[in-house]
């Protein structure tokens, strides 16, 4: 992520952030997580693409696995570092350059925020930063166009037969989905899809 609008709406409201889905959990999280995990070696490596206040890559962390984190937030990267003691490396998505490294990416409600011109680029970098038969856990709001929220905040939207086109042509194979509605940051609630796939 690299639009300094909605870097800046994270960074100042950071805590609200952390407060609205720190803990919060629910039965399709569960299943999201056990789902990903389900395909990890037990000392695996996983990167938190976009890990905004931390919690997901403490849990990565806590159940046993190597975890990186990256965000493009700085005062996201101190909330993770205040409340789990994760560091974040501070950067957008095209800081991943790694090879064959990780053997899961979760990228949870943060690859939403790229244009669609560019989201291909980041899926290839994301493909190629896994270690073969790596696993990707990709959750997208679903929708048309590109555009901001009311909070300012840019993404781009898809539907689910689109995104399983351009996983497909990153070189993913889909493993598994699911479809629900949530509440986020804005209050608003949409429709969205998780998509579980390995390279």
Not at 70 to 83: G, I, K, V, Y
Not at 86 to 108: N, S
Request: charged share 25%; glycine share 12%.
């Amino acid at each position: 992520m690299s639009d300094d609008r909605t870097i800046s709406v994270y960074d100042d409201r950071a805590a609200d952030y952390a407060e609205c889905f720190t803990g919060r959990g629910d039965e399709g999280e569960e299943a999201d997580y056990l789902a990903f995990t389900a395909r990890l070696p037990e000392d695996g490596t996983v990167l938190d693409l976009g890990c905004g206040p931390g919690h997901w890559a403490a849990r990565f962390r806590d159940a046993g696995y190597r975890v990186a984190a990256l965000d493009a937030s700085p005062e996201m990267a101190e909330a993770a570092r205040a409340a789990y003691g994760v560091e974040v490396t501070v950067a957008g998505f095209e800081a991943l350059d790694a090879e064959a490294v990780f053997d899961g990416i979760w990228a949870y409600f943060s690859l939403l925020h790229v244009p669609k011109a560019e989201l291909p680029i980041h899926l290839t970098a994301t493909h190629r930063a896994l270690t073969a038969g790596g696993t990707l856990c990709l959750a997208m709001k679903l929708g048309e166009g590109e555009g901001r929220d009311e909070l300012g905040r840019f993404y781009a939207y898809y539907s689910e037969d689109e995104l399983r086109e351009k996983l497909e042509t990153a070189g993913f194979t889909i493993l598994g989905n699911r479809r629900c509605e949530g509440k986020g940051l804005a209050g608003t609630t949409q429709e969205f899809v998780v998509l579980t796939a390995h390279a």
